[in-house]
């Protein structure tokens, strides 16, 4: 049977593949490529009426291509070049509602593991919200309350598989500030504070975020652990009529230490011990093999289980020893108390008040609320978009900040409906849920349907916790947000950078919005200085060239002046001087005056200031500035030589009619 010919390939099928030489052939070098000619130097004129000329914005292609078929899959590195999709467009829908990215390929294998993290996060998110809302200084069902809301918000919208939404110790530390412990103003807060969020989230305003440096949220983060976790020494302890206000909290924790109940104390330290033993052990659990024999595995499967959901273990362990002394007529504990039972009424946040001395109105809380209508947002956001970008970076995904934002909005909005005070991104049920093996945000469905089961069923329970108890499972939680060895990196790293987090951390134990704005403004000036005064390096010589480090914009005119004019036009004789421009990639208005009046200095004592390197944005400027006698050469050796009066070079006068070719290629372009 005779051989198939081949087809003729296409041109658009791309190259063909190239083909190796037979061992004797002679292979000949295919003739060099013609040079090409060089293009004649255009009209300044021109060149201007080239600028003017804006391109047409290009029509978005038919053909995008469609978003990931599953979360944790690495985005190519091409798609973010992409033109963005229309929002009716199939890829904006998919953008929008990211379930319908892995909706389509889900598994049995993934609802396994989905099933088993959820349920795993589910034990430990129970407890730490009836915790955590003693943090928040409200009764403890309001961190029921909040904690299922965004397991089904995040289910449609979320962009990590990871990411767990429920209340947090920082977050319940905020609505302990800023809503003076009454539910009403931390419903209202969570709704508020969904308005903003979402508002930023189609606005595209995530980039507000990046103005938060490192060392503010680590100084943040660590004030906020000490904070937290001293608040709960008082019912560690077993101490009343202890103030929430740090500085009296630790005066009054230290006077009335003498009163501590032995139960409360005793029950406390126990719990906090079994929790940093299942927690060493959860740690140091060897992974699991295939050649292990099932006895093992199983063995490994209740050890993995019980060190996951330690914090449940640790509370119902402390609930059923609080019973056994009830049963005997003697409770040496406080104990959580009665927890209003069911599920919480759909209803619209309380815009007013009724209190004893009147009606409290929407805008008297707004103002009562002031600064928390800020911090509180920008926080939730900070600390959730921070931890879904760990988690993506860990497993190799990559996670969409604006829809995150409006994933953890909506989350609030939502939850207000249901008396939720703020949430936020949990980094340790995050964790949890990572190790647990979760595929997707369907985990989250096991995770709030196991919060409304709770409240249904479990609420009589809850009377029974120790509150000592709560406090261990808050204080160990806490422990691993501070961040001791931040003050040795940043000292052996940058000591600058110390100023900012020293600032956020000290003032953040007096008010935690004034700690956050100071060293976020500490921050912003330390990069206003960097801008202001930017690095110089400085060849002395014949010729003096001086080359800034960074770009050059407006504040930095009066620096650039004095370090040009100290050493070239002050020194005896004055002296030529080079601006070496490879680094500046743009400049304004102010500094071309600021050149402008240079060039004059420069001419009135008889000598030159040429530029080097300057790029096309930079020439762009100067070209439409009509800057008079502005001198620049291709390279430093060039205007080396022309400067020392050695012939055969001459430079690029931007006021002549002609530019270097190579820059009318570009400037065309």
Known sequence: ???????????????????????????????????????????????RTRLRRRPRPRAAAPGMPSSLKALGQARPSGASMAPPAGCCSPAGVQRRLPILAWLPDYSVQWLKMDFIAGLSVG????????????????????????????????????????????????????????????????????FLSGCIQLAMGFLRLGFLLDFISCPVIKGFTSAATITIGFGQIKNLLGLQDIPRQ??????????????????DAVLGLVCMVLLLVLKLMRDHVPPVHPEMPPGVRLSHGLVWTATTARNALVVSFAALVAYSFEVTGYQPFVLTGQTAEGLPPVR???????????????????????????????????????????????????VDANQELLAIGLTNVLGSLVSSYPVTGSFGRTAVNAQSGVCTPAGGLVTGALVLLSLDYLTSPFYYIPKSALAAVTIMAVAP??????????WRVKRLDLLP????????????????LAGTLVSVLILLHSVARP???????????????????????????????????????????????????????????????????????????????LQVPVLRVLLSADLKGVQYFSTLEEAEKHLSQEPGIQPYNISEDSVPEHKVALLKA
Not at 140 to 148: E, K, R, T, V
Not at 481 to 490: G, K, P
Request: charged share 15%; net charge positive.
């Open 1 to 47: 049977m005779a051989a198939a010919r081949p087809r003729p390939r296409s041109r658009a099928a791309g190259p063909a593949p190239r083909r190796w030489p037979r061992p004797g052939h002679v292979v000949l070098a295919p003739p060099p490529p013609p040079r090409p000619r060089p293009r004649p130097r255009l009209p300044l004129r021109f060149l």
């Open 123 to 190: 034990l430990t998110v129970i407890p730490q919200a009836l915790a955590y809302a003693e943090v928040a200084g409200l009764p403890p069902q309001y961190g029921l309350y909040s904690a299922f809301m965004g397991c089904f918000v995040y289910f449609f919208l979320g962009t990590s598989r990871d990411v767990t939404l429920g209340p947090t110790a920082i977050m319940s530390l905020l609505v302990s500030f800023y809503t003076f412990h009454e539910p009403a103003y931390a419903v209202l807060l969570a």
């Open 246 to 263: 740090f500085f009296l909290q630790v005066y009054q924790t230290f006077r009335k230490v003498g009163e501590t109940r032995v139960g």
């Open 348 to 398: 619209t946040p309380p815009f007013s008040v009724t209190t004893a001395n009147g009606t409290v109105s929407f805008t008297e809380m707004v103002q009562d609320m002031g600064a928390g209508l800020a911090v509180v947002p920008l926080m939730g956001l900070l600390e959730s978009i921070a931890v879904a970008k760990s988690f993506a970076s860990q497993n190799n995904y990559r």
């Open 481 to 490: 947000l501070f961040d001791a060895s931040i003050f040795r990196t940043l």
């Open 501 to 516: 987090l020293c600032v956020t951390f000290l003032l953040c134990f007096w008010e935690v919005q004034y700690g956050i």
């Open 535 to 613: 690095k110089m390096q400085v060849s002395e010589g014949p010729v003096l060239v001086l080359q800034p480090a960074s770009g050059l914009h407006f504040p930095a005119v009066e620096a650039l002046r004095e370090a040009i004019l100290s050493r070239a036009l002050e020194a005896s004789p004055p002296r030529c001087a080079v601006l070496e421009c490879t680094h500046v990639c743009s400049i304004d208005y102010t500094v071309v005056l600021g050149l402008e009046e240079l060039l004059g200095d420069f001419h009135r004592q008889g000598v030159t200031l040429a530029f080097v390197g």
